[in-house]
């Protein structure tokens, strides 16, 4: 399993980790900081989710005004963890 991190943007959450296993899902979802019943919810919806599918249902998806939420952020961190192999 290769695992990955990123620092999001313009959200309260301060560091999203994830890993995507050999078999191509993701696994061990987890934010830091933010609304923390909200994002367990996420990290356990997402497990063992095809990651491609995951960031088409929530990339977009905003959080008061904000232009982004910890959601989208979550797609835009899988996307590049998939564009990086």
């Given amino acids: 399993m290769k695992n990955y ?3 999001p943007k313009g959200v309260c959450s301060k560091l999203i980790t994830f890993g995507i ?10 934010f830091t900081s933010g609304c923390p019943g909200n ?3 996420i990290g356990k919806l997402v497990e063992g989710a ?9 990339k977009g998806n905003d959080c008061a005004g904000r232009g982004t939420s910890c959601a989208d952020q979550l797609a835009i ?3 590049a963890a ?3 192999g």
């Fill in 5 to 7: 991190s990123y620092i």
């Fill in 39 to 41: 994002l367990a919810a």
């Fill in 77 to 79: 961190a899988i996307e």
């Fill in 82 to 84: 998939l564009a990086e």
């Fill in 50 to 58: 095809d990651p491609k599918e995951i960031v088409r249902i929530l």
């Fill in 21 to 30: 296993d050999d078999g191509g899902k993701l696994r061990n979802v987890k």
